[in-house]
């Protein structure tokens, strides 16, 4: 047993070698990444854009020849932002006639209704719901809401910093119309000291008016807090341009590898092909779309033929409602689809330090055995937690979910930014990345990772 144990450990780290060779020596991932940004750019679900990119990865991924590449309709909110959003302000305790303009980078949240016109207003200041519920709708009708709340800096976990403050954006702009707010600004959600805008989703409730959002950079954000406790009164003047066209039908891309011994089995690979729509969506997540490629181009490269059946698929619409993960895990439910396991890569394409998963203690425990095939590769994270946003809802008994953990102290300086371009990806950490993903892929293919061993 020992022997053969030991035996299959070096055919598992010969392989691994194999994956890691293929994939830092041939890897088409970045020159994927470089066409998805540079030539289609930025694709948010619904939009014009959204669509060439779903034409591009049915194309890219069939010309690596899987056994079938498909598209899964997906129905998706289509909002556009529109040309026209700007802030400015001035400073009412200015005494010359010829007051001068701030004009704070700014832009709106995703989902956000458009002015009509200009708002000008007052801004009020708060840094969290319960300032403001304190504040009360005396201080707070008719003015502009402003939440000054920057990601908590102390944590070293900056998706859990982005989780701490994320309420903020999303609910902010109902918290602040409860209490008649006309409108809604926000501290950009990112640790960079900068003036780039961040973006994301925002979710009005039904019941409440809805009322324009965006927000500001961590600059403009700074001054205009500075500006405030110069002049409380200032004149903040807002407009979006937003508009909502309602929904319309885009598409999962599907490329699938059927499996040799287990074909109605699946491990799913994947990432989101919509970005938001300033930038051009590098490591958010076309980083994840790639590498997610990648996988599949290795495995046909090095002529190997799974036990279970591989999909690689590229979700559409994670951002703003998970519309492509959802239906993605309710078309495999009704036709009876078994899942043995589904990695996804939505952290930014940085160096790889290992993989967050949803695993039972069973397949935990095999999980961890696994270490030392991986551990050479500067893989040593294999911690439990949250996987991706677009798999999860394939969670059952059975699936082991895993998420790409990567190095992220510099995602949120991109993320949703204009700032997310092709540039900012570094290209040996993206391609370390393909490579811990198809040596996961691999290793569980080998065993299934079954869920009662
Ligand atoms: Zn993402």
Same mark, same amino acid.
């Given at each position: ?174 918290? &602040? @119309?409860? !209490?008649?707010? +006309? #409108?809604?600004?926000?501290? %950009?959600?990112? $640790?960079?000291? /900068? ?17 324009? &959002? @965006?927000? !500001?950079?961590? +600059? #403009?954000?700074?001054?205009? %807090?500075?500006? $405030?406790?110069? /002049? ?18 885009? @598409? ?202």
């Amino acid at each position: 047993m020992v022997v053969n144990a030991q035996h299959e450990a070096q055919a598992d780290s010969a392989m691994v070698a194999n994956i890691y060779n293929e994939v830092l020596a041939n890897a088409e991932c970045y020159e994927n990444l470089r066409y998805l940004c540079k030539n289609i750019g930025q694709r948010l679900a619904g939009s014009e854009n959204a669509g060439k990119a779903i034409e591009w990865g049915k194309t890219t991924l069939s010309n690596y020849k899987p056994d079938d590449v498909f598209l899964m309709p997906v129905d998706v909110p289509h909002w556009s932002r529109g040309s026209n959003e700007y802030g400015n302000y001035y400073l009412t305790t200015m005494q010359t006639d010829n007051k001068v303009r701030t004009k704070p980078a700014l832009t709106a949240l995703g989902g956000s209704v458009g002015c009509e016109g200009e708002i000008v207003a007052e801004v009020v200041e708060v840094k969290s719901f319960d300032e403001l519920k304190a504040l009360g709708e005396n201080k707070v009708k008719g003015k502009i809401v402003f939440f000054n709340k920057a990601m908590d800096p102390l944590l070293i976990n900056t998706g859990a910093a982005y989780g701490g403050a994320y309420p903020i954006r999303g609910d902010g702009p109902s918290e &602040a @119309a409860k !209490l008649g707010a +006309v #409108a809604c600004l926000i501290r %950009s959600l990112t $640790l960079a000291d /900068d003036n780039y805008p961040h973006t994301g989703g925002t979710h009005y409730q039904d019941s409440i008016p809805k009322i324009p &959002a @965006a927000a !500001l950079s961590s +600059v #403009a954000a700074r001054q205009l %807090s500075a500006d $405030l406790k110069t /002049d409380p009164h200032l004149a903040f003047t807002l407009h979006l341009s937003c508009v909502d066209y309602g929904r319309t039908m885009q @598409a999962n891309v599907v490329a699938e590898i059927k499996g040799t011994k287990f074909p109605d089995e699946y491990i799913t690979i994947g990432g989101h092909l919509d970005s938001w729509d300033i930038g051009e969506g590098a490591h958010d997540d076309g980083t994840g779309i790639v590498q997610s490629i990648e996988v599949l181009r290795t495995m046909i490269a090095l002529g190997y033929k799974p036990k279970h059946s591989i999909r690689v698929v590229l979700f559409i619409n994670e951002e703003f409602g998970n519309d492509g993960g959802e239906t993605y895990a309710r078309v495999c439910k009704e036709n009876g689809l078994v899942h043995v396991a589904a990695i996804e890569s939505d952290g930014g394409g940085f160096s790889p330090k290992g993989f967050n998963c949803e695993l039972n203690d069973a397949q935990f425990a095999l999980f961890k055995s696994w270490s030392t095939v991986l551990e050479p590769y500067g893989l040593s994270v294999f911690r439990r937690g949250g996987s991706g946003v677009d798999i999860r809802p394939l969670k059952d008994d059975r699936v082991a979910l895993f998420g790409l953990n990567v190095d992220g102290q510099r995602y949120f300086d991109y993320h949703h930014s204009n700032n997310d371009v092709f540039e900012n990806v570094n290209k040996r950490e993206l391609e370390l990345g393909a490579a811990a993903m198809a040596s996961l892929v691999y290793m569980i293919d080998q065993t299934g990772l079954p869920a009662n061993p």
